[in-house]
T-cell receptor, first 113, second 113 residues
Framework: AQSVSQHNHHVILSEAASLELGCNYSYGGTVNLFWYVQYPGQHLQLLLK??????LVKGIKGFEAEFIKSKFSFNLRKPSVQWSDTAEYFCAVNPNAGNMLTFGGGTRLMVKP | EAQVTQNPRYLITVTGKKLTVTCSQN?????MSWYRQDPGLGLRQIYY???????DKGDVPEGYKVSRKEKRNFPLILESPSPNQTSLYFC????????????FGPGTRLTVL
C-alpha cells in the first residue's frame, strides 16, 4: 500500500534559521507530490506541488521542495523561517491516474521569535 | 469566491445520535472527498466521490456514510456515532483546471461523548 512518511513530528526553530522537513513515499510509479500547510485553527492550504519537469519546485511564502526520484523523497525547505511560519505541514502523494491523496502524519513547526 | 464550506464547524454530541456534516463547493468540481485528521496520523480519507451518484470507500470508511445527489454537495453521515469518531473532519474538492489539487473546507471539529 502507498504510504507517506514524515520523520520529524515536531520541529522548533528560531527566526531566521533554515528549515528542511523530510517526506518520503513508498509508491513506485509516477506520482504527483504536494505540501500543504495548516495554520493554527485554519484549514489546509496548498504550499506547492510537483507534477513533472524541474524537480525543484518553488511555492508560496518562500518555500521550495526538491523531488528526488531515486530517494522517493520530496523534502520541503525554506532558507529563513519567520514566526508566522508556525504551523503544521503535511506532505501528500497521489498517483497520476487517480485522485486519492495519501497524507503523511504531519510535522508541527514552531518558530520562536 | 471559490470555496468549500462545511457545517457545522463545531459539534458535540452523544454516542448513538445520528448526525450529518454538510459540505458544499461552488467550483463545479467533479471530485469530492472527506478526511479525518487525528494527531500523529495526518489526514486519512474516509470516502470520496468521482461524480454525482458515484461514491467509494477511502482508507477509513467504517462507521460513516456519504451521498452525492448533486454535484455541489457531499454530506458525511454518522448513523451511530461513537467516541472513536471524535476528530477533526475536512471536506475537499478537486476538478477543472486545478485537477489533482484539492481545495479544503474549514473543518468540522466533532466530539462524541
Amino acid at each position: 500500500a502507498q504510504s507517506v512518511s514524515q520523520h520529524n513530528h515536531h520541529v522548533i526553530l528560531s527566526e531566521a534559521a533554515s528549515l528542511e522537513l523530510g517526506c518520503n513515499y513508498s509508491y513506485g510509479g509516477t506520482v504527483n507530490l504536494f505540501w500543504y500547510v495548516q495554520y493554527p485553527g485554519q484549514h489546509l492550504q496548498l504550499l506547492l506541488k510537483y507534477f513533472s519537469g524541474d524537480p525543484l519546485v518553488k511555492g508560496i511564502k518562500g518555500f521550495e521542495a526538491e523531488f528526488i526520484k531515486s530517494k522517493f523523497s520530496f523534502n520541503l525547505r525554506k532558507p529563513s523561517v519567520q514566526w508566522s511560519d508556525t504551523a503544521e505541514y503535511f506532505c501528500a502523494v497521489n498517483p497520476n491516474a487517480g485522485n486519492m491523496l495519501t497524507f503523511g502524519g504531519g510535522t508541527r513547526l514552531m518558530v520562536k521569535p | 469566491e471559490a470555496q468549500v464550506t462545511q457545517n457545522p464547524r463545531y459539534l458535540i454530541t452523544v454516542t448513538g445520535k445520528k448526525l450529518t456534516v454538510t459540505c458544499s463547493q461552488n467550483m463545479n468540481h467533479e471530485y469530492m472527498s472527506w478526511y479525518r485528521q487525528d494527531p500523529g496520523l495526518g489526514l486519512r480519507q474516509i470516502y470520496y466521490s468521482m461524480n454525482v451518484e458515484v461514491t467509494d470507500k477511502g482508507d477509513v470508511p467504517e462507521g460513516y456514510k456519504v451521498s452525492r445527489k448533486e454535484k455541489r454537495n457531499f454530506p458525511l453521515i454518522l448513523e451511530s456515532p461513537s467516541p472513536n469518531q471524535t476528530s477533526l473532519y475536512f471536506c475537499a474538492s478537486t476538478g477543472g483546471s486545478s485537477y489533482n489539487e484539492q481545495f479544503f473546507g474549514p473543518g468540522t471539529r466533532l466530539t462524541v461523548l
